[in-house]
């Protein structure tokens, strides 16, 4: 006798199949870097948010081991029982003097992955005023935030893309309490930069928080990397902002840094926070050397080297029908069209040993698939090239 729920999966299963939706993972047998042994295949890859070539780098692998000396392989428990380690707190103290340029009274807290730190802040900061709450969100939006916004129970309004007016609009109808704007910075399938300056004026004016995810931004943006409100030069009471630190900083976990009157709120509310057990202490020791290559010249010279690839890439010249968004940040998609023009482009790349992911409907708009390319400052002018050379014939015939 066969379980019916089992043959419900299986037939759900088998119409992504059908159409060409169903996903399935590669199996890297190397550590993240442009070259890796995929499935026992070596391949140049465009694929990862390693932007600055850290997550392989060998200090802070032995960072990390030094750390695994010190504290061990796991916390044992939840930040509020007794997982809270001095690893944590020190790297807290480092997030909170990194982001302090940008906020009033700066405080960091540190989180296991960026999903967890959005489902947190948003729950957390509707919580204040249930029922009083309305949460503005960009339509292109990040998946964690979107479902930080379910987890919110606030009244929700979704609007346009980077759209500033229809924001002022929604925002002078609003009599919510508590009024949160919340954005990607960069935008992880098209690499563009959301409006800060003119959101936080909105912000300022409405007396609204503005909630800035740059899980793409930090590391990479702003001359010090301190990311999107170094780059739009932003202070303000009222910035909530969330870094990821296993994109840019090559390790895992996340952080919110803000006010810290809203870290210590999110002590005390964010289940997100409280119901999980602490990060491993190695990571957060590890990630102290990640920020300080991150900060200093070092930083400077990877940022350096990624705008140079970026420059390189965008030089290509491209047949018609293909396009490339305006993108000043290391995600660099190609738009060619159909699923299954992009599915043909990302094999035909594959058969010569070139890694790229092709995004499709409907994670993308109808007609808009592409292909995500991904810049590392570990790349090399040779890959970029390599990578554009063996575009150049599908460019001019398919
Ligand atoms: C990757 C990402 C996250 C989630 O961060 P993790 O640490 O990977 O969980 C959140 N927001 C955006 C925009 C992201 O790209």
């Not at 037939?11 to 996903?23: K, N, P, S, T």
């Not at 020791?285 to 400077?300: F, K, M, P, Y």
């Not at 293909?322 to 043909?344: C, E, F, K, M, Y």
Request: aromatic share 6%.
């Amino acid at each position: 006798m066969s379980f019916a729920s089992i043959a419900t999966l299986q037939h759900e299963i088998g119409r992504l199949d059908a159409q060409g939706l169903r996903r399935r993972r590669r199996t890297a047998e190397s550590a993240c870097a442009p070259h890796v042994m995929v499935d026992g295949r070596p391949m140049l890859s465009f694929n990862s948010n390693d932007y600055l070539g850290l997550a392989g780098d060998a200090r802070i692998a032995s960072a990390l081991q030094e750390g695994v000396n010190l504290y061990g392989a796991g916390s044992g428990a939840s930040h509020l029982v007794s997982g809270h380690s001095k690893a944590h707190e020190e790297l807290e103290e480092r997030l909170a003097a990194f982001e302090a340029p940008h906020l009033e009274r700066a405080r960091a807290l540190y989180f296991s992955t960026g999903y967890m730190a959005n489902l947190a802040v948003l729950a957390a900061l509707a919580a204040a005023t249930p029922g009083e709450t309305e949460i503005f969100s960009d339509a292109l939006n990040h998946a964690s935030i979107i479902d930080g916004t379910r987890l919110a129970r606030a009244s929700l309004t979704i609007y346009p893309h980077v759209d500033v007016a229809a924001l002022e609009t929604a925002l002078a109808a609003s009599d919510a309490r508590t009024k949160m704007v919340v954005t990607d910075s960069v935008f992880s399938m098209d690499g563009d930069i959301a409006p800060l300056p003119a959101l936080l004026a909105l912000c300022e004016r409405f007396g609204a928080w503005l909630v800035v995810d740059d899980a793409h931004g930090f590391g990479v943006l702003g001359e010090h990397g301190r990311g999107a409100l170094e780059h739009f030069k932003l202070r303000s009471p009222q910035l909530v902002y969330m870094g990821t630190l296993g994109k840019a900083a090559g390790v895992s976990g996340a952080f919110v840094a803000a006010h810290e009157t809203v870290i210590d709120w999110l002590v005390q509310r964010a289940r997100p926070y409280i119901y999980t057990t602490a990060a491993p202490p190695a990571l957060a020791h590890a990630l102290l050397t990640s920020l300080a290559l991150i900060e200093g010249r070092e930083g400077q010279q990877r940022r350096a080297q990624l705008e140079l690839l970026t420059h390189q890439l965008a030089a290509m010249p491209l047949r018609a029908g293909w396009r490339r968004p305006v993108s000043h940040t290391p995600i660099q998609p190609l738009i060619v069209g159909g699923n299954a023009q992009v599915l043909d482009l990302a094999q035909a790349l594959e058969g010569q040993g070139i890694w790229v992911t092709g995004i499709r409907a409907p994670t993308v708009p109808a007609g808009t698939a592409r292909l995500r390319i991904t810049l590392s400052a570990a790349h090399t002018h040779e890959d970029v090239a390599r990578l554009l050379a063996a575009l150049e014939p599908m460019n001019s015939e398919i």
